[in-house]
């Protein structure tokens, strides 16, 4: 790469000259700034806190070189050169410019913020004049003064390593950019050479208050330029090969941390791709003492700015592993590394903060708007999300919050509620303040492609739910029943709308207090509190033209009659809406089903400690089997596609083992083995040890089970599993 590239250098140098003449006519500086932003349509970004009177050159700098669109750059730098008539041409690429954070992007403090000092404008031009005049003519002198203005620059607020990009803005093949991209790509002896990583900052490094080491680096890295070790001929050559070898690395980590999240999100739910709203409680500093500063600009934000951009870091574990380096090894750390590793990847745009102070105040409640963002120059808080905070005031609560910085309650629902309700307006609703939620599309086809069943039964299974409303999904361990559950639902849904589906698990203990309403102890007595399909009733009530549908894992290990009580008759296809209303136990409230809701149960047919499901019950669900899915179209066409003989020989092995079980007078059909357990590979996944694994840990043991009291079939049947795999 040569200089030639860089287009933007000459109208970056002469918009420098002619700003300079700017430092005493300051006013009409801010005028004819007003009028590029008229001329393009545009407006005026936030430069100060109510209306702007001062302003530095870097700032006027920053106002194309952050992030924005190129087709904005491009807008603005054409008003420049007009109103400044600025005779270079403009740039036709912004190739080795550093650009700004955009909630960070002025070079000074707001004029309200105590951080402000009274110089720091006046100390901005007088750097920008002194960077001006050293390029012009580097003698003994104009080092002298360039240091000092540095120097006494650089430790303002907000500034540090930002200042060295404005610096090279202006006089991009004099002064090199310390921005920790730059930093992270010269740390490489590899790609900048022994000399240079030796004498460039760290990335995780404290800024340069020294000029003259300043000048050094910058000499330094100027004298390597061109030689065996750092091939650049240039400050903005280099500067653009640490952006595309940056974005480069970013893209594999992210390719990355996206397969490896596809990974976790194989799960037997079917929830990939569904976006939730979570909710948030969040500690705005020790005491809440960042809270004021935070709602003016906008955002939230955590500290540990040691750690430099978090989202190097490849789990939690190594974010906890530094932190117990850079700041203490005497604690763990792993609250710290949670809440980093939640606010940098896990809060999505959507969810709600609720802003609090100590254990029981909440100061605020706010949407997230933004990604996370890591702004080297934002003190000891650099971590940062946008965040449109709705609500300010103090709020006390019953309720002890965690002592954390950050914590998801969104499996709270109690306590969101009751957070939520704080923020009431007078008609007694929250404020509608979420955005339209867009779900992705979940069609027939999508649940074919990832469920084991031919067309002809999926049909028959959708037309039986919508008929009677209430289904049973009943089979041996593995045959998919629970993976089924949810993508049945979003199917017959058209979408993945999670928010209109629900799933419980019934246990011995299960009662109707937990299903429907019941009396719960607390500090004054006893609250009637409602229970899950109560509450989901609800909701499906108030969406009538849209349906819901309730699954219930492990249905028959629940009491029924014990958990339905008088809703027996109500769950029926035709005893649904409100013509049919029963009173509830303790409430005495008039309850019906709507007739929207569906009911999906799911039962083990293998599980012997496990009674029947009594007729009351049996009479208002349709039943359908599943069953191994060995011979269906899109297994075999799954199984071809990992060509793998010891494969191959496992399932023939197994089909041959469900006959068996089938014929078995003691068990049947309904304690065959599933294929569930041979989901999921890929052709670099079918190892020995995964074969293994599964014959001796799951598939031995249930044999076991299965003939309990005839070990020889047992072993007959084990040595054909392992031979197969031989």
Known sequence: ??????????????????????????????????????????????????????????????????????????????????????????????????????????????????????????????????????????????????????????????????LTMGLYWARPYNFISLDSRNRWFMADVAKAGTT????????????????????????????????????????????????????RVNRERKVAEKAAAEKAEENSLGDEGVKTTHYWTYSPGDGAARWDDFYARGVMGVGWSKLGNVEKYASKEDIRKNLRTLYSSKYSQKNSALAL?????????????????????????????????????????????????????????????????????????????????????????VEEDTEEVEYPAYTSEDFLSEVYMDGEHYRALVNALRAKKNIILQGAPGVGKTFAAKRLAYSMMGVKDAERVMMVQFHQSYSYEDFIEGFRPNAQGFDLEKGAFYNFCKNAKDDSDNDYFFIIDEINRGN?????????????????????????????????????????????????????????????????????????????????GLASEKFDRLISCVVKLNEAIASDESLGDGFCIGHSYFCRMSPDDVTDDKLSAIVNYELVPMLREYWFDEPTKVDEWAGKLRRSIR
């Open 196 to 247: 240079i990583a030796g004498i460039v900052p760290k990335e995780k490094d404290s800024p340069v208050h020294d000029g003259d080491r300043y000048l050094a680096i910058c000499d330094t890295i100027k004298s390597e330029l061109g030689s065996e070790e750092c091939s650049y001929a240039d400050f903005p050559s280099l500067t653009a090969a640490a952006f595309v070898e940056s974005e």
């Open 560 to 640: 029924l009659s014990k958990i339905f009580g008088e809703l027996f008759m109500l769950i029926e296809n035709d005893k649904r809406g409100p013509r049919n209303t029963l009173q509830l136990l303790y409430s005495h409230e008039l309850f019906y089903v709507p007739s929207n809701v569906y009911l999906i149960g799911m039962m083990n047919t293998a599980d012997r400690s496990l009674a029947m499901l009594d007729y009351a019950l049996r009479r208002r669900f349709a039943f359908f089997d599943l069953r191994p899915a060995f011979g269906t179209e899109s297994f075999i066409a799954y199984q071809e």
């Open 341 to 429: 590793w939640q606010f940098s990847r896990e809060i999505k745009p959507g969810d709600v903060v609720f802003a609090k102070r100590g254990r029981s105040v909440i100061i605020g409640r706010g949407i997230v708007e933004g990604d996370y963002q890591f702004d080297e120059n934002g003190d000891s808080y650099p971590n940062i999300r946008r965040v449109r905070w709705t609500n300010r005031g103090e709020w006390h609560t019953e309720n002890l919050l965690a002592v954390k910085t950050l914590t998801d309650i969104t499996a709270y629902p109690d306590l969101v509620e009751k957070l939520n309700s704080f923020f009431e307006d007078e008609g007694g609703e």
């Open 1 to 162: 790469m040569t200089s030639t590239k860089f287009t933007w250098i000459s109208f970056y140098k002469e918009l420098s000259d002619k700003l300079l003449t700017y430092r005493d006519r300051r006013d009409d500086l801010i005028n004819k700034l007003a009028t590029v932003y008229e001329s393009t349509g545009m407006s005026l970004p936030k430069l100060e806190a109510d209306e702007l009177q001062d302003i530095d050159p870097f700032t006027v700098f920053g106002l194309f070189n952050k992030g924005i669109t190129d087709a904005n750059r491009q807008k603005i730098i054409a008003g420049i050169a007009e109103v400044f008539d600025i005779g270079a041409d403009q740039p036709t690429d912004f190739e080795g410019i550093p650009v700004l954070n955009n909630l960070n992007a002025t070079f000074y403090a707001f004029a309200n913020d105590e951080r402000r000092g009274e110089h720091d404008i006046d100390n901005l031009w007088h750097v920008f004049e002194a960077e001006l005049a050293l390029a012009a003519d580097d003698n003994e002198e104009t080092r002298k003064a360039f240091v000092e203005a540095f120097d006494t620059t650089v430790i303002q607020f907000t500034l540090g390593w930002k």
